[in-house]
């Protein structure tokens, strides 16, 4: 499928679903997040401050449709105040027993400084100790390789519940055309420094979370939390000092939530 057709196409479902809402009894949910730094998957992709909002639709059959975005809002940058990327995702979602959940997906990943690409991804999550879940991606366009990550976290209620503390940990690993995409490094023409190819599978990045909620009402809540992400392959870390400028950080952020 062609990348305008992907993107009309989910763009159509978003709408449908966000028309469908009140008719339906779907919900809705925003979440208006203000973070130090933007990092995905490992890669500092900017190490100030941005804007990510997000508006997520939820249908009564398991359907979701998400809109999310990222903004620069340092002073210092070429494109401050403007969004420089726009994901847009479909899911469902289903559980399979009392215990077990799976979700099913294609994210679309609009991007202004970077060539546009697409994901397919399950996840499979269970209601136990830790609650452990499974991510797998696929990108099917640029990169043509697998992304996994495994997740555990708990959380713990206080004042009544309005209160909780979360914890969280996931551990990632890349397909070898996916590390080579990625974390692949040649210096330009007069630039200093070797030439650094990463063309093997490997585990990526390590990511410990803590993050404190408050429930206002039962539709608003206000969550701050901070992350530590590290590379834990050798080859990868020196790669990601080249190209993103930073192999490891801590950063943190404040969310204000609202469903509807």
């Known amino acids: 499928m062609k990348r305008n057709g992907l993107q009309k196409w989910m763009l159509m479902a978003g709408l449908v679903m966000t028309a469908a809402a009140g008719a339906w009894g779907a919900e809705a949910s925003l979440d208006l997040s203000l973070n130090s730094h ?8 900017n190490d100030e401050p941005v804007f990510q909002p997000s508006l997520t639709v939820s249908g009564p059959c398991g359907l979701s449709f998400n809109t999310w975005a990222n903004m620069d809002v340092t002073d210092n940058l070429d494109n401050q105040g ?8 479909v899911s469902y979602s289903h559980n399979l027993c009392e ?8 994210v679309d990943y609009v991007l202004k400084t970077a060539e546009n690409t697409g994901e397919l991804y399950l996840v499979a999550g269970a209601d136990v100790l830790l609650s452990p879940t499974v991510r797998l991606y696929y990108d099917f366009d640029e990169v043509q390789d697998f992304y ?3 997740a555990v976290g708990h959380s713990m209620a206080f004042l009544e519940e309005k209160l909780s503390l979360d914890l969280g940990a996931s551990l990632g690993f890349g397909g070898s055309d996916y590390n080579e995409y990625y974390f692949t490094f040649t210096p330009a023409e007069g630039e200093e420094g070797e030439a650094i190819v990463n063309d093997s599978a490997a585990l990526n990045d390590l990511n410990l979370s803590a993050g404190l909620t408050y429930a206002f009402s039962e539709t608003l809540s206000l969550a701050g939390n901070v992350q530590y992400v ?5 080859d990868i870390e020196d790669a990601a000092e080249a190209v993103y400028g930073e192999k490891d950080a801590v950063y943190g952020g404040v969310t204000l939530s609202r469903s509807f």
């Open 38 to 45: 933007y990092i995905w998957r490992g890669q500092v992709l």
């Open 82 to 89: 403007e969004f420089n990327e726009v994901d847009l995702t």
């Open 230 to 234: 590290a590379l834990l392959d050798s």
């Open 99 to 106: 215990k077990v959940s799976l979700e099913v997906g294609i």
């Open 148 to 150: 996994a990550q495994l």
